[in-house]
Nanobody, 123 residues
């Protein structure tokens, strides 16, 4: 069992930065790939980024490449999403999730989800 709690969301102007954190409980955190998804009002949940259990491999949706960076600290049971050059279209609720089978763009591959943190980017 893994419990996930996101933090770090907020209101920021376009061009600004935020760092989201996702703290995990449970001793098996390091065995899971960790992903970030987001959901904007009226839209489906969208894959944003994923990092392998070791932190050695990361994947990003094209729209955030070069702006967002996913990282993890297995000693602290925490995964991060650094978001730079934020745009109004990045506005969404951001969720972290844990996948036992490695990184995937498909949300169904993730067994555990946090409650989400709101990110709002004003123009």
């Amino acid at each position: 069992q893994v419990q996930l709690v996101e933090s770090g969301g907020g209101l920021v102007q376009a061009g600004g930065s935020l760092r989201l954190s996702c703290a995990a409980s449970g001793r098996t955190f390091s065995s899971y790939a960790m992903g970030w998804f987001r959901q904007a009002p009226g839209k489906e949940r969208e894959f944003v980024a994923c990092i392998s259990w070791s932190g050695g491999v990361a994947y990003y949706v094209d729209s955030v490449k070069g702006r967002f960076t996913i990282s993890r600290d297995n000693a602290r049971n925490t995964v991060y999403l650094r978001m730079n050059s934020l745009k109004p279209e990045d506005t969404a609720v951001y969720y972290c999730a844990a996948s036992p089978g490695g990184c995937s763009y498909n949300s169904r591959s993730y067994d555990y989800w946090g409650q989400g943190t709101q990110v709002t980017v004003s123009s």
